[in-house]
């Protein structure tokens, strides 16, 4: 797989008018990177005009998050029915929504089975954790937890299901310590292989598996270089667009 995936989460930090003030200077700048797939993430209140404004360029756009019902009284949510008249992507299972707003695995499964349906493509995050552990601050990964995680994440998945796999350990997420790139590509390697045992060898070897969790211009490409990793899932140093751009055209 050749291509490089960059995903910018850009959080609960612009409003619609600073989404199109910085979206402006990326798309300005987007033939500097023609071989990364570039897929922003802004607030759901930025995604009309975000549209609007990336609809003719190959930068592609993302919610944070969906409602896995399809419609009814469940005020404030947003189903993928919405969420696609927008976007391609969206990304579910984040950590600090499995953290901070009680997700479980069963959420993170029904929202990605409720965005496919819509044909847009789960960007699922996955820290390898179970919530005990997650909660605890323990950063030794446990396989079976793993294991257990991702299983869950996929299951009821259709065959040629179209997803994408981020791996973002919580304590990694704004500390200024990633994790290490060596067992990033162990951990990658091993959902790879649950996938393929799951549902198939085609989408286990074609899934795109990216690492998150403090990634900056300077160690970008210790992840994306590595055999089993295609990309990232980046925050806080996506903020600027002028950064961003630098790590869209330094992993291509
Ligand atoms: P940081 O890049 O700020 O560590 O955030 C990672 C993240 O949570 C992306 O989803």
Request: hydrophobic content about 40%; some cysteine.
């Amino acid at each position: 797989m050749n291509t490089s995936f960059l995903v910018a989460n850009w959080k609960m930090n612009y409003t619609d008018q600073q989404t199109v003030a910085s979206l402006h200077q990326i798309v300005g700048k987007s033939t500097l990177f023609p071989k990364t797939r570039l897929i922003i993430c802004p607030s759901f209140t930025a995604l009309a005009s975000a549209h609007k404004l990336l609809s003719n360029t190959l930068i592609a756009l993302g919610a944070q998050n969906l409602n896995h019902n399809t419609k009814g009284p469940y005020t404030g949510e947003i189903n993928s029915a919405m969420v696609a008249e927008f976007c391609s992507y969206v990304v579910v299972g984040h950590s600090e929504r499995r953290l901070l707003f009680g997700e479980t695995s069963d959420d993170v499964n029904l929202k990605s089975i409720a965005a496919m349906h819509q044909s847009l493509q789960p960007i699922i995050c996955l820290d390898g954790q179970s919530d005990a552990t997650r909660q605890s601050n323990n950063r030794t990964l446990n396989i079976d937890e793993l294991v257990i995680q991702v299983r869950e994440a996929i299951k009821n998945f259709p065959l040629n299901s179209q997803f994408l796999i981020a791996y973002e350990p919580s304590w990694a997420i704004g500390s200024g310590e990633p994790a290490d790139p060596d067992s990033v590509n162990t951990i990658a390697a091993k959902i790879r292989e649950i996938v393929t045992s799951v549902l198939g060898s085609d989408t286990g070897m074609s899934v795109p598996i990216l690492y998150g969790g403090s990634v900056t211009l300077g160690n970008i490409n210790n992840y994306c270089k590595l055999p089993e990793l295609n990309g990232a899932l980046v925050g806080g140093a996506s903020l600027d667009p002028a950064e961003l751009v630098e790590l869209a055209v330094s992993i291509q």
